[in-house]
């Protein structure tokens, strides 16, 4: 292995990062608190919805969003074939069953023509997941799901501020649930949010994901430090379903409140690199980009191309320290979802040429000129691999 390999992800934390840290530790309050709060005030605002719930993960997020509208058990909800598990993982937490939708071939996400054929009077819900960043064809989606009566849960695990269509991905649907992962759009080691225009069921979402408490805890906790606290016991509460402990803490949301600060750059920063990728690769007569990109507004997380010796120019990469990855085998290709296989031939044919190559902020232009080179290597001796 090379000394200075090009990773395939890497989160940008710098001071700023640390400065927000510091005031949470200089506090000794790292549990869930008001730096929770403030992030989710940040989030509701930046996204223009009455709710966000910040919680400790993506799948946290998904699956209480899932979770809080308590479908009978045995219905079932559509995800696309190529996602990552979390995303088809959550509905079998809630009891429910996947019916898998096969994807675009031109973009990874699910096709809405197969969505209509895969409906059934089953299904109760729905996962879009803008893959790799590209958004799905919401103003089809939409308008169709509310047709047939389907809760629409945006998986916005791989975008975070992109806009399609003038409305901010996340909040086409009833749900949108972000990911805060370490190698995601931006980071807080692990963590997630849901944001919503729900009023109904944000109670549920936040009890939820707080052991199932019908009490917030910040609140008892400031009840017990007010004046009026004689009269009223802080401490009570009652559970009267069970949840999860899903919550996000204040040490986790002092980064992310730096690292959310920073969004603009973040996506910024990779649509120039995306830009520059395109730019070196364009005459590549073997190497095609998965994804159309369209840049204006965009939040991208992944740079995907597809080659049809995806195997060979892996190893090809890696000889010359390139870190590189497929994103992602078909779900129904997975041992614990073989049981719900349906047709899905597109992403059986596709995911066989899929390839992400390096992509984060602080990737250097340097990097993505040797990257490219040697891509172009490949592309120029195709028939020799
Ligand atoms: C990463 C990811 C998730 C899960 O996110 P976590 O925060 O790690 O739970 C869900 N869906 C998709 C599409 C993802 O890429």
Known sequence: MKKNRIRLFKPALSNKEIFEIKKVFSKSWVGYGPKVKSFEKMWSKFFKVKHAVGVNSCTAALHTALAVNKFKKGKKVLVP????????AVVIYCGLTPVFVDINEDDLNMNFEDLKRKFSNDCVAIIPVHFGGHPCHMEKIIPWAKKKRLTVIEDCAETCGGIYKGKKLGTWGDYGCFSFEEKKIMTTGDGGMIVTNDEKKIKNLRSFSFHGWDKDPLLRHKKSLSKSSGKINHWDYDIKELGFKYNMNDLMASIGISQFKQINWLNNSRTNLIKLYMTQLRNCKNIKFTFPYELRN???WMLSIRCKKRDQLI???RKHGIASSVHLKPLPLLTVYKKYKSKIPNALKTWKELVSLPLFPELKKTEVK????????FDQNFKNF
């Open 81 to 88: 074939a190529i996602s990552f598990s979390a995303s088809a």
């Open 298 to 300: 965009a939040s991208y």
């Open 315 to 317: 190893k090809y990469l």
């Open 370 to 377: 040797y990257i490219t080179n040697i891509v172009k290597k």
